[in-house]
């Protein structure tokens, strides 16, 4: 089973590949100063910090997250691969309150779009997160509120500060 040995190696890959890219800056636009003089841009400071999960029979199902902090603004991605399962993709839009990051993760998976509020906390270098759990009546999954931080994800990248 060669194949099946380079999926872990390729799932990791991208989920690094997919935090290397921010700046920790992002340009809000011009703005305009006694009606005709162009000011320059005003940089606002963001914070982006990127985490792996791996767990399951050999590490092999992965979930990798990147989060972007802007003030209370929480923007990202998340990705979560189990070994030979359908994937979910998709963006992550939340607040933060204190060391707690209350999102909405807008995902596809098998070619349906879905939503899953979930809860994270940072904690040091690493991110926690609320398991879910299944609603019997809807079906579906849902973050366990009642639950304790108990899903560890550990930063993937060195992050520059």
């Known amino acids: 089973m060669r194949i099946n040995s380079l999926i872990i190696p390729i799932v990791i890959a991208i989920a690094l590949a997919a935090c290397t890219s921010p700046e920790g800056k992002e340009n809000i636009g011009d703005t305009v100063i006694n009606g005709d003089t162009l000011a320059k841009p005003i940089e606002v400071e963001a914070t982006s910090m990127c985490f792996l999960r791996t767990e399951g029979k050999s590490n092999q199902d992965t979930t990798s997250i990147e989060?972007?902090?802007?003030?209370?603004?929480?923007?990202?991605?998340?990705?979560?691969?189990?070994?030979?399962?359908?994937?979910?993709?998709?963006?992550?839009?939340?607040?933060?309150?204190?060391?707690?990051?209350?999102?909405?993760?807008?995902?596809?998976?098998?070619?349906?779009?879905?939503?899953?509020?979930?809860?994270?906390?940072?904690?040091?270098?690493?991110?926690?997160?609320?398991?879910?759990?299944?609603?019997?009546?809807?079906?579906?999954?849902?973050t366990d509120n009642a639950a304790e931080f108990t899903l560890l994800h550990r930063p993937s990248v060195s992050l520059k500060k």
Do not use: C
Request: aromatic letters at 10%.
């Open 67 to 142: 989060l972007v902090i802007k003030d209370d603004k929480v923007t990202g991605q998340m990705y979560w691969h189990p070994f030979e399962k359908d994937s979910r993709k998709g963006a992550l839009n939340g607040t933060l309150r204190g060391d707690t990051v209350y999102a909405v993760w807008t995902f596809m998976q098998e070619g349906m779009q879905d939503t899953l509020g979930l809860q994270f906390l940072i904690k040091g270098d690493n991110l926690m997160q609320k398991p879910l759990k299944l609603n019997t009546t809807t079906g579906r999954q849902q």
